[in-house]
């Protein structure tokens, strides 16, 4: 035979550590591809989750039939940059191992966290208020000394007058303490939320978005007013209340200690819900205007993904700090947040002297005298309608209900004009002041001047007409009683020169007589006759005396 094996031909020999080795990288590559599709489907979902909360605030691509070419390429540009900011997140979220359901449930926490900030912000804020309305229950003086000081430099005692002094003293003290004491609170509330960001930490294509987003003054100005009534809902409670310890108060047959002792529980009962009424106010009215927010777009999670870098980048994808923050809202509890809030008041706390000293300097500012002094009229206004409505009324009862009335009505208002104030009174004078400066507006300037200089010559030739008719008056007057005087007198003389004519005569007619003589006699016995009754006692004085 040749040689030649007719067998199954021999295998190349493997060993065993080869066929280890392959199966082991073979494993890689399936776990290396699973990864990287894991991760592009999550940058995918990502990207469709950022892409749908962005849209809000996006411009519309279907513009007026006039619009400029320049007008779509804004347009085209604002959404392009939006969609920049979309897909850099995306990427660097999916990079970071972040998948759908993990945004999903950081924003949610960021959203809880946002909640609860704003009510632990809102409380400290509405304590200020509270320690006043404290403070003016146990002090009076603090009302009534400059009540009374206003009503002297008025020249006035009315009782009207000083229940509206006292009302106007009483408003004062309370918002200047609250204005100055937020104005202290500035550090502690300086980028507080995670889905409110300041202006300055946003990019630009953000901004103008919001800006785009913020209702007109009127509606601003109704629904700041419309928050600020959570305050009427504590005076409901707390007016009620007083109706009802009034009655008690009055009820026949009560000894004056008792009285006196439920009278005073009244008027703490009163403090007491003002007081912590007022901080639940002040909460609720912030969590209203969270709410308005969150609806209106102006505050939302997208604002996380549109913070830019202290630090400005050239690229989008090298931005850092608003991944910091997602973190932080993944990362932080309500504990956590609590303590972070200690350490803002602390901060605030070392900053106290200078915030104060700003928010002394915010009591001039437009805002602030057109809220503030808004405020403090209507409650003057409100406390005298309530003097003057209840003085005729002599049950108590129905007193403390036509009292209590007339304060709901008038304080729904005064924190009605004060909450469109803060909403609005700043952009309002801005915009006056605005308008007044422009060039544009020097014709109606130079009218306004005109009307002015013509009212003040009118009223100056009204004054000078009215000044010379009244001496012509005074002087025709004079003449006129100077006239009369002379005719009088004149007429007397003629009188008593008739008189004595008549009388020379008739004496003729009888005979020779004395007129000389005859009248001589007759003035010593009238002259007789008054040294008598000189010397006779005054009987009638003598009885009045008695």
Do not use: C
Not at 149 to 154: E, G, I, Q
Not at 403 to 409: F, G, Q, S, T
Not at 475 to 498: F, K, Y
């Amino acid at each position: 035979m040749d040689g030649v094996s007719r067998g199954t031909p021999a295998l190349p020999a493997v060993s065993h550590t080869q066929v280890g080795n392959d199966s082991r990288a073979e494993g890689r590559r399936v776990t290396e591809i699973s990864a990287a599709q894991r991760q592009a489907q999550n940058q995918r979902e990502i990207h469709e989750h950022l892409d749908g909360m962005f849209q809000k605030y996006r411009k519309p691509t279907t513009l007026p039939p006039g619009a400029s070419a320049q007008d779509h390429a804004k347009v085209a540009e604002h959404n392009r940059k939006i969609d920049a900011l979309v897909s850099s997140r995306a990427e660097l979220l999916a990079s970071e191992g972040e998948d759908l359901d993990s945004v999903r449930r950081t924003l949610d926490n960021a959203h809880s966290l946002d909640s609860k900030s704003t009510s632990g912000s809102s409380l400290v804020a509405g304590l200020p208020f509270a320690l006043v309305a404290i403070a003016q229950h146990l002090y009076p003086n603090l009302v009534e000394a400059p009540a009374k000081m206003l009503t002297s430099l008025a020249g006035t005692t009315s009782p009207v007058a000083e229940a509206a002094a006292q009302g106007l003293v009483a408003a004062l003290e309370a918002v200047a303490i609250d204005q100055v004491s937020t104005a202290a609170q500035n550090e502690m509330n300086k980028d507080l939320l995670f889905f409110k960001a300041p202006e300055d930490n946003l990019h630009d294509v953000m901004v103008e978005a919001l800006k785009d987003k913020e209702p007109g003054w009127l509606t601003q100005s109704g629904t700041g007013a419309a928050e600020m009534q959570t305050f009427s809902v504590r005076n409901v409670l707390r007016n009620g209340l007083d109706i009802h310890l009034s009655s008690q108060a009055n009820q026949p047959g009560l000894r004056p200690e008792a009285q006196a002792a439920a009278t005073t529980k009244a008027a703490n009962a009163g403090t007491t819900i003002t007081s912590a009424g007022g901080v639940l106010a002040s909460m609720g009215a912030a969590h209203l205007a969270r709410m308005r927010e969150e609806k209106s777009g102006l505050r939302d999670p997208a604002q996380i993904f549109a913070r830019k870098d202290a630090e400005p980048k050239e690229n989008l994808a090298d931005e850092r700090d608003w991944y910091d923050i997602y973190k932080a809202a993944k990362d932080t509890s309500w504990k956590a947040m609590a303590s972070h809030g200690g350490s803002r008041v602390g901060n605030a706390a070392m900053g106290t002297l200078s915030s104060t000293l700003d928010g002394a300097r915010s009591l001039g500012t437009a805002r602030s005298v057109l809220a503030n002094g808004g405020f403090a009229a209507t409650f003057s206004g409100v406390s005298a309608i309530q003097k003057a409505a209840t003085a005729p009324i002599s049950n108590p009862l129905a007193k403390a209900a036509v009292n209590n009335a007339i304060n709901l009505v008038g304080s729904a208002t005064a924190f009605g004009v004060y909450g469109a104030m803060n909403a609005v009174g700043q952009k309002v004078a801005d915009k006056a002041s605005e308008w007044y400066d422009r060039d544009n507006h020097a014709a109606p300037k130079a009218a306004a001047r005109q009307a002015m200089e013509s009212a003040r010559d009118g009223t100056k030739h009204a004054v000078e007409a009215t000044r010379n008719g009244t001496s012509h008056a005074i002087e025709a007057t004079r003449n006129s009683a100077n006239q009369a005087l002379e005719s009088t007198r004149n007429g007397i003389n003629s009188a008593l020169a008739t008189g004595r004519q008549t009388f020379d005569t008739a004496a003729a007619m009888v005979g020779s007589i004395d007129s000389d003589a005859i009248t001589r006699q007759l003035m010593g016995q009238v002259n007789e006759l008054r040294q008598r009754q000189r010397q006779q006692p005054n009987e009638e004085d003598g009885i009045e005396m008695v």
